[in-house]
Every structure is written in C-alpha cells, then in structure tokens.
C-alpha cells in the first residue's frame, strides 16, 4: 500500500496500542522486539498529523494490585502501574500535541484489554466520523488482538499495520493473525 502517507484518507484514525516501557525490553511484562515497533509507528504518527487524521494513544493504566496481576489471581506479573515510569509511552513515541490518550486497565473488577472495552472509544470515532481505524502496538495477540476484534465488532474497518506489532508468544501472535484476518481486518 505504497508510503504511510499514501495510506491515509478522510475517515482515518490511527490507533497506538499500549507503547508504554513495561512492554519493551526492561520492562515489567516486556515483549520481545517491542521497541522496534516504535520508528516504524513513528513515521506513520508524522504522515497522520501531516494528513491531518486524527491519532489516538491507548494505554494500559492498572491500579496497585489489580486484578489482571498474579497476586490476585490474574495471569500477569505486576506492570503498568499508574504513576509509573512503566506506564509511560515509551521515550521516543511520538505523541502529538493534538493526540488523544485513551486510558484503559483502571477498572478494579476486571480487565479490559481492548482500547474499546468500556473506553467510549467506538462513540468517540463514531461521532468524530471515523470509519477505518489504522493500528498497531503492543502486544499482538494481547491487547492489539482484542483492539481489532473489538473494532471489528463495532463496525469499523480495521487495518493491522504488520510491522509495527509484536506479540508477547510467537506462536499465539500466529494464531491472534489468523484470527483478526479471518474476522475480516485487513493486514498491511
Ligand atoms: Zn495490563
């Protein structure tokens, strides 16, 4: 599909899924590789703002001791907690002044791994006219795979930018892949 820019169109959004340092190497729930989805991310954050499409941060935002974490009985070990260095975007991410942050993960009685699940993020692009959502972050066949799924769902096109994702299990990203392109997202 040719550029970042030339990807683009009225209509667009684009979606950065949970960039934050405890999913990069060093982190508290690091993803192999994660770092490296940041240039890429990078350069189609620049032709967004250029194109004037609008460009949305998700970000995984847990209070101390949440639910998802395996002290209580969840399935991760403690990370992005809020306030924290591990939940900030990771240092060179570009975040534009004109980008909205969508904060997920707060809730105390469960989990929310899609940037849509209870966020108002699907009224959000509904009422701002979005109808193709352009996405990638971290992980691929966590909270990215949920994000599609949920999308998907709600009506939108999704389009899952390859490079810029990587999954926390090579062999559960394969099958997160399967599974948003058979539900009808198109992978570029
Ligand atoms: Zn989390």
Redesign the pocket.
């Known amino acids: 599909m040719g550029t970042p820019s030339e990807l683009f169109k009225d209509g667009d959004a684009l979606l950065v899924i949970d960039v934050q340092n405890d999913f990069c190497p060093g982190g508290k729930l690091p993803v192999e590789g994660g770092d490296a989805v940041v240039a890429v991310l990078n350069r189609y954050i620049d032709a967004a703002v250029k194109k004037n499409i609008p460009v949305f941060f998700s970000r ?1 935002f ?1 209070p101390n001791g949440h639910i ?1 974490f395996q002290k209580a009985g969840g399935d ?1 070990p403690p ?2 907690v809020q306030d924290t260095k591990g939940a900030q975007f990771h240092p060179e991410l570009k975040i534009a002044e004109s980008s909205i942050l969508v904060t997920k ?1 707060v809730r105390f009685d469960k ?1 929310q791994n899609s940037a849509f699940d209870q966020t108002g993020l699907a009224y959000k692009f509904r009422s701002d006219g979005v109808k193709r959502v352009i996405t990638g972050g971290l992980a691929q066949d966590v909270c990215v795979r949920a994000s599609v799924l949920d999308g998907l769902r709600e009506g939108f096109e999704m389009v899952l930018l390859l490079s810029a994702t990587r999954p926390v299990s090579p062999e559960e990203g394969r099958r997160a892949f399967e599974e948003m392109k058979e539900a009808g997202a198109k992978i570029v």
């Open positions: 995984d847990h998802s991760w990370h992005c993960g989990d």
